[in-house]
């Protein structure tokens, strides 16, 4: 399998411009996660998943941000209008949810960067 | 949720073993505690994870303290490799909640 793809790798744009980063999780799994990663911060969950509807957003920071998973393979979070406070390396992870202790498979992040 | 606490970092010399500790005193009965790496310049992964009995795996050894208010992740040789900053995480399993709660964890240094 080729683990969580996450897309772009990198992404630098400037303040005001929408942002769309994109994820593949695992196939078969039904949970996904979306978290930023800062060096103030630390690793913050931003939303999650189960079987494509979102359970948990509070952690989304506010307005500009939303997440969408229209189907099993696929998910987005976009950021509109960005913010350079927004610059952080976002990391979107999977798993297969059935009940008890799991593992959650993340991908190699999207480091972003708004000027 | 329930809160671990870690060094914030620790050393080892190569090719030693490293006991990474975490407090967890408010640690419920239906909490798994899960411990997960993260490389530089990579996602965070998965290391091993444990509820009451000690684990061992291929990448490390879990021990927990028979109170529960404790466990110590063992690296039995590190290597270069292993640097990382490695997170202690508690997971209810008892309120159907998929997420799960990063703290700042502990950042582990070898040196050759």
């Known amino acids: 399998d080729a683990g969580v793809i996450q897309s772009p790798r990198h992404e630098v744009t400037e303040m005001g411009q929408e942002v769309t980063l994109r994820c593949k999780p695992i196939?078969?799994?039904?949970?996904l996660f979306w978290y930023r990663q800062t060096m103030m911060r630390g690793l913050e969950l931003l939303i999650y998943?189960?079987?494509?509807?979102?359970?948990?957003d509070s952690g989304m920071p506010e307005d500009r941000f939303s997440a969408k998973m229209p189907n099993a393979s696929f998910s987005t979070l976009k950021i509109q209008p960005s913010e350079p406070r927004d610059s952080a390396v976002y990391f979107c992870?999977?798993?297969?949810?059935?009940?008890?202790?799991?593992?959650?498979?993340f991908g190699p992040g999207t480091r972003l960067t708004v000027l | 949720d329930a809160k671990t606490t870690q060094p914030n970092s620790m050393e080892s010399n190569e090719e030693e073993p490293v006991h990474l500790p975490c407090n967890h005193s408010?640690?419920?009965?239906?909490?798994?505690i899960h411990w997960y790496r993260q490389l530089p310049s990579q996602g965070p992964e998965y290391v091993i994870h444990?509820?009451?009995s000690n684990v061992n795996n291929r990448m490390a050894s879990l021990a927990i303290a028979e109170d529960r208010k404790s466990s110590t992740l063992i690296l039995h040789r590190a290597t270069l490799r292993d640097a990382a900053v490695y997170y202690c995480?508690?997971?209810?399993?008892?309120?159907?909640?998929?997420?799960?709660?990063f703290g700042a964890g502990t950042r582990l240094t070898v040196k050759p």
């Open positions: 995480i508690l997971r209810d399993v008892s309120n159907n909640n998929n997420d799960m709660r």
């Open positions: 992870a999977s798993t297969l949810q059935t009940g008890g202790a799991y593992t959650q498979y």
């Open positions: 408010t640690i419920s009965g239906t909490d798994y």
């Open positions: 998943f189960n079987n494509n509807v979102p359970i948990d």
């Open positions: 196939s078969g799994h039904n949970s």
């Open positions: 444990g509820l009451t």
